[in-house]
């Protein structure tokens, strides 16, 4: 919600109440606070938090995967692709093989990205048709930013609303609203996602870009987004 110290405190709080034989919930907790980091523009403590996690828990490939997210936020493409690549051997999961394809396409090689895009969302889609829910979030998502296929994101985003309705799952609907170039309900919907309060920087900067598209002054919703992470226009992963 914006309350960043607090949140900080809680998860250093939460780790003074694990023992020594909770060293992988230790690295969790503190992928957590760089992750708060993350999202506000600050690599290097975040890169700190990750390292407090590799120590604690050697070899975890959950802190493998926010080191290669944040190599790549600061810039160093090929060795982030390289320890997605070593990831997926490992994991094989459709998260990581759109981080991947993501970042194939921030680096201006479409081709080599495609084959991870279409992965994931092949195994997105199975998940789906199994009956699962988990990835309605990483669908919507997927079918806005790297397809841009409003239609698509918007029937993924709905079904993730049925489930749960919360500022992130309301931002996605009016991001694929918008996607879908109906921008009045992008930005009503938009609208309710703000009145939660939240602050994040990528909901307010999509809100801007909805505002603006919709008629509305969005240049101080950029505004915001851009004082509450300064790096925003960088390499991230949809979560």
């Not at 309900?185 to 307010?204: F, I, P, V």
């Not at 915001?224 to 790096?231: F, M, S, T, V, Y």
């Amino acid at each position: 919600m914006g309350d960043v110290d607090d949140a900080d405190r809680l998860y250093e709080e939460a780790e003074d109440e694990l023992s020594v034989k909770e060293m992988r919930h230790f690295a969790w907790v503190e992928l957590q606070r760089g992750l708060l980091d993350l999202a506000h523009g600050r690599h290097a403590q975040a890169l700190a938090h990750y390292d407090r996690a590799d120590r604690a828990y050697s070899g975890y490939w959950m802190v493998a995967e926010h080191q290669a997210e944040l190599l790549a936020a600061r810039g160093d493409y090929e060795a982030a692709a390289a320890l997605y690549g070593q990831l997926i051997a490992r994991a094989p999961r459709p998260e990581l093989q759109q981080a991947l394809g993501e970042l194939y396409l921030q680096m201006g090689r479409p081709e080599a990205a495609e084959p991870w895009l279409a992965g994931a969302v092949s195994a997105y889609l199975a998940s789906a048709v199994r009956g699962d829910v988990h990835y309605y979030h990483h669908l919507a998502d997927f079918y806005a930013d790297v397809r841009k296929d409003g239609a698509e994101a918007v029937k993924w985003a709905r079904k993730d609303i049925e489930l749960r309705e919360n500022f992130a799952t309301l931002a996605a609907l009016a991001w694929a609203l918008y996607r879908d170039g109906r921008f009045a309900e992008s930005l009503e919907t938009m609208e309710d996602a703000l009145s939660s309060g939240a602050q994040n920087a990528y909901m307010l900067h999509q809100a801007g870009m909805i505002h603006c598209a919709a008629g509305a002054d969005g240049d101080e919703l950029l505004r915001e987004a851009a004082k509450l992470n300064p790096q925003l226009g960088g390499f991230h992963v949809h979560r």
